[in-house]
Every structure is written in structure tokens, then in C-alpha cells.
């Protein structure tokens, strides 16, 4: 196997207690696949990357610090190991990326409703991260996911793909400097900090997180089709004030302008007031009078509280078959039979 190479395995192959069951997608550097336990309890996501590769350590890292604080939104570690020529991490199984879910809305967008609530998961899963003492650095709908349907998570939201973390806790140092001349980032999604190559702290990851709310609701972002990194900046420069700043916000709360003022007040090494801008969201729902649920991707057959009140009938009918047979059975054993007429 090349250095680098990406770890291709067969449907059927065995890695340790769990059988590959299906190739879900692959990067740059690793592959993930679909597998199952040896006891058929469990399928899970097992990500591979080649033996000479270390970005793996990383995300492992983060993930044994999210599984140990108990995270709710942060896609957990299930087990860990190597071969002869792969190191893998087997994590959550979970459903569709939120890149693709944000499409089933009104017109290619998620309803309002729908489009805060899952904003406010996404960004306590920040949360949990930063809380472990790690930044993401790549937030975009394309690393969060819902969970499985079958299992009825689908109004559950995950962050994923740990590999470009970074810790932000760095003893002390709290200046901001150049990132040695690279972009960090989704250029759609990407702070300012990114378009200035300078270092990322916490307010930058939920920057992002703010630019994907305002796609959530709009799928407008007025620099959606620029391709040059300098004039998207520039863009998101002008969209801070005026006609520009009413144009990026068309379609979304107005109250959630003050998320943003918040964060682009936020210092550096300051602390986001996560409370603050989840309070903001839950205001809007609750002024707006927003359907939070059921969510724009939910089947309405299937959704949590149509499923369970379809069996609660059967049952319910069923039960009231057997009690109409009772009372009717019972009637003819109270009821005396009638004489006959001579």
C-alpha cells in the first residue's frame, strides 16, 4: 500500500468483532464504511486510513474526550484499533448530512421552524466541542448529520469529522496570528479569519455556524456564487451593515441579527455566551409563532408522534373489539330466554 493510499475493503471483510457491510464515501485520505457487530447488534461507521498516516490521532482524541463529557450532539467513538496496514476508529452510525436535508424545505430551504431548531443543536454541538477544549475549523452543513431513522433520531443533529480540530486552550497564549498563509475552511461557510489566513479561535467556529443558520433559512448567502476567496471576504465584509446586511437576512428572524453582533464583538480568546444566541433562537420561535416540528424531512407517517398514535389506535381498537364481544356475551347470559306462546 502507497504512503497515503486510501484503505479499500471488501463487502464481507472482517476488522476485529465487525463485518463491512456497505462503502459509504471516501476523502482524500480515508475511506468509511458501514458495518455490523459479530452479534448483529450494532451497525455502526468504521473510518480507515493507511497504517503511515497520523490525522486519525487527532480526531480520536477529540472524540474520547466527547464520549467521556457524555456529549449529546457530537457523533461519539465506539471502539478503536489498527492493522497491519490501517489504522480505523468506529464511531455512531448516523443518518443523512444535513447538506442534503436542508434541500427538502420550501423552495430548496428549511422552513423557519425548522431551520432555528436545528440551529440550536448545532450549536450546542460546538459547544460540547469547545467545552472539551477543541476547535473544528471546517463548519458546514456537510459535517453535521441527523440521526437514524430507524431508530427515530431524526430530529437529532451530530457534528462530525473531526480532522482538521484544533486545541484552543494553548497555555496561556491568547493572540491571534497567521496561519501561515493557508485558507482553513469551506470558502461558503469560512470566517473572516479564514480570508485573512490568521488563526481561528471560538468565535470564528460559531461564525461559521452563523453563516449556515442564514443558508438554512434562505439558501440565498449573497456570496453563494462568487468562486475567488478575496471577493467572497469581501462580501462578508459588506454584509455587517446596511442594505446588504437586510439582503444576507431576508428570510430570517430579524432578531438573530443580534447573534451576529455578538459574535464579531467577541475578542479573540473571549467567550461566546452560547445562552445568549440559543435564547435568541428559541425567542424567534416562540414571537414568530414557528413549527419547530415535525421536521421539514420527516415522512409524516413516520414521524415520532404519528407513528406512536397509529399503534396507540389499533391497539385501542382492538382492545375495544374484545370488550364489545364481552358485554355483548354477557348480555346474552343475563338476558332470560322468553317463553313461547302456547
Not at 84 to 113: E, R, W
Request: aromatic share 6%.
Amino acid at each position: 500500500m502507497a504512503e497515503g493510499a486510501i484503505v479499500h475493503l471488501e463487502i464481507g471483510a472482517r476488522v476485529e468483532k465487525f463485518t463491512v457491510t456497505k462503502k459509504l464515501g471516501e476523502g482524500t485520505f480515508g475511506a468509511v464504511y458501514k458495518v455490523k457487530s459479530d452479534d448483529g447488534s450494532e451497525e455502526a461507521a468504521l473510518k480507515t486510513e493507511s497504517i503511515t498516516m497520523k490525522l486519525l490521532q487527532i480526531e480520536l482524541r477529540v472524540m474520547q474526550l466527547l464520549r467521556e463529557a457524555n456529549s449529546q450532539n457530537c457523533c461519539l467513538l465506539i471502539d478503536k484499533g489498527k492493522t497491519d496496514t490501517f489504522n480505523y476508529i468506529v464511531m455512531k452510525l448516523v443518518g443523512a448530512s444535513l447538506q442534503d436535508m436542508k434541500k427538502t424545505g420550501p423552495d430548496k430551504h428549511m422552513s423557519t421552524g425548522c431551520a432555528l431548531s436545528c440551529s440550536i443543536q448545532c450549536l450546542n454541538a460546538l459547544k460540547e466541542l469547545h467545552d472539551v477544549g477543541f476547535l473544528h475549523r471546517d463548519i458546514k452543513p456537510g459535517n453535521y448529520a441527523v440521526g437514524q431513522e430507524e431508530k427515530g433520531e431524526l430530529r437529532r443533529c451530530y457534528l462530525l469529522d473531526f480532522g482538521m480540530c484544533k486545541p484552543w486552550k494553548n497555555k496561556g497564549d491568547n493572540t491571534q496570528t497567521v496561519m501561515g498563509g493557508k485558507f482553513r475552511g469551506t470558502p461558503r461557510y469560512a470566517p473572516l479569519a479564514s480570508h485573512k489566513l490568521m488563526d481561528h479561535a471560538r468565535k470564528d467556529d460559531i461564525e461559521s455556524w452563523f453563516y449556515m443558520l442564514v443558508d438554512f433559512c434562505n439558501a440565498s448567502l449573497p456570496w453563494k456564487v462568487a468562486t475567488d476567496l478575496t471577493e467572497i471576504g469581501n462580501i462578508k465584509t459588506a454584509c455587517r451593515q446596511g442594505s446588504m446586511l437586510v439582503t444576507m437576512m431576508s428570510g430570517v428572524p430579524a432578531e438573530c441579527t443580534k447573534i451576529l453582533e455578538h459574535i464579531d464583538a467577541l475578542s479573540f480568546a473571549a467567550d461566546p455566551d452560547y445562552a445568549l444566541m440559543t435564547k435568541i433562537m428559541r425567542d424567534a420561535i416562540s414571537s414568530h409563532n414557528l413549527k419547530e416540528f415535525p421536521y421539514d424531512w420527516e415522512p409524516a407517517e413516520t414521524t415520532p408522534v404519528a407513528k406512536s398514535a397509529k399503534k396507540t389506535t389499533k391497539k385501542q381498537s382492538a382492545e375495544r373489539s374484545r370488550m364489545q364481544e364481552k358485554t355483548v356475551e354477557k348480555k346474552k347470559a343475563a338476558t332470560p330466554e322468553k317463553k313461547k306462546k302456547k
